[in-house]
């Protein structure tokens, strides 16, 4: 099994920044493909960003690009998420989800179902 324990969420003002933290733990030597889901009142969880567990390409959603931007630290088993200029649009519950593979191929990163572990959520919220 492995544990997700998102932080760093907040209330902030429009255009302030914030990290969220993702701390993963567990008794598995297993690599996993990391990603960043949000969820804002009333309605569906979508996709936020992802990285790979391996070398390849990062995907972020339209509405974030520029803006936020998703790293690791592996020796920590850490995945982070860097928002800057933060919308009220952005006022969501964040998730961070594992996904058993290196990397994904096509479009799969965006899907719900292709992540096997999920964190409880932290809360952002800014206000204009």
């Known amino acids: 099994q492995v544990q997700l324990v998102e932080s760093g969420g907040g209330s902030v003002q429009a255009g302030a920044s914030l990290r969220l933290s993702c701390a993963a733990s567990?008794?598995?030597?297993?690599?996993?493909?990391m990603g960043w889901f949000r969820q804002a009142p009333g309605t569906e969880r979508v996709f936020v960003a992802v990285i790979p567990k391996i070398e390849g390409t990062l995907y972020y959603a339209d509405s974030v690009k520029g803006r936020f931007t998703i790293s690791r630290d592996n020796a920590k088993n850490t995945v982070y998420l860097q928002m800057n200029s933060l919308k009220p649009e952005d006022t969501a519950v964040y998730y961070c989800?594992?996904?058993?593979?290196?990397?994904?191929?096509?479009?799969?990163?965006?899907?719900?179902?292709?992540?096997?572990?999920w964190g409880q959520g932290t809360q952002v919220t800014v206000s204009s």
């Open positions: 989800a594992a996904a058993p593979v290196l990397r994904f191929s096509g479009t799969s990163y965006k899907w719900e179902g292709s992540y096997k572990f």
């Open positions: 567990g008794r598995t030597s297993s690599t996993y493909t």
